[in-house]
């Protein structure tokens, strides 16, 4: 038998049955399309509202990263507020990209590009990062997946990343300040955590 797909896989198996989400925060207003087979796709997931709520604005200039965007929630949220910023929205799911692009469009946000995760350019760096990671991928292969993507945070840049207690947020923030990176708890709420995760240390 061949083994249960997940929101992380490429092309997930569910059949399609899209819904329409209404995300509703105090300054912006989004009606998205999600589906089976993507993350939280039957509402906004609370870890999402918590981090679009409380998560502070991007501290420089620059590219914005949603790291595991799912149908988009972040990613447009963040277009939404930041017009004149590029906003990458990055999945390994295929649906879920199709699914931002047509939210993006629907919404009128031309700042938002989503793509797998090679095929964002290698010279991109980014003023910010805001991810509701994919914490059962495993450990290994988040701690490689964040590795790898914090590693593209330019000078002066920040990541914000909410993960629930329960699900390991506070051993995550000392495996990260361990690997360089200074990590904070930012907010606590509902039993999740916000972490806020600086540039890696010279």
């Not at 870890?47 to 965007?69: F, M, N, Q, S, Y």
């Not at 649906?95 to 946000?109: H, K």
């Not at 095929?119 to 990062?129: E, G, K, N, T, Y």
């Not at 923030?173 to 907010?187: M, V």
Request: glycine share 6%; net charge neutral; proline share 10%.
């Amino acid at each position: 038998m061949a083994p249960a797909q997940h929101y992380f896989s490429e092309q997930p198996d569910p059949p399609s049955a899209p819904r329409t989400i209404r995300v509703r925060l105090p300054d912006v207003e989004l009606d998205l399309v999600a589906d089976a087979g993507v993350f939280s796709g039957r509402q906004l997931d609370t870890g999402t509202r918590i981090l679009l709520k409380h998560a502070p604005p991007p501290p420089v200039e620059g590219d914005l990263l949603d790291l595991g965007c799912g149908y988009g929630p972040i990613a447009l949220t963040l277009a939404r507020r930041n017009p004149a910023r590029q906003v990458w929205a990055v999945d390994v799911n295929e649906r879920a990209l199709a699914l931002v692009e047509r939210n993006a469009a629907a919404a009128g946000l031309s700042n938002v590009t989503a793509c797998l995760p090679d095929q964002l350019p290698d010279p991109v760096r980014f003023a910010a990062i805001y991810s509701n990671p994919p914490i059962r991928i495993g450990k290994p292969a988040l701690h490689a997946l964040l590795l790898r993507w914090l590693a593209r945070l330019a000078q002066d840049g920040a990541a914000w990343l909410v993960v629930q207690r329960n699900l390991g947020s506070d051993s995550l923030a000392r495996w990260l300040a361990e690997q360089g990176y200074p990590t904070r708890r930012l907010h606590s709420e509902r039993g999740y955590r916000i972490l806020a995760v600086d540039p890696r240390e010279p």
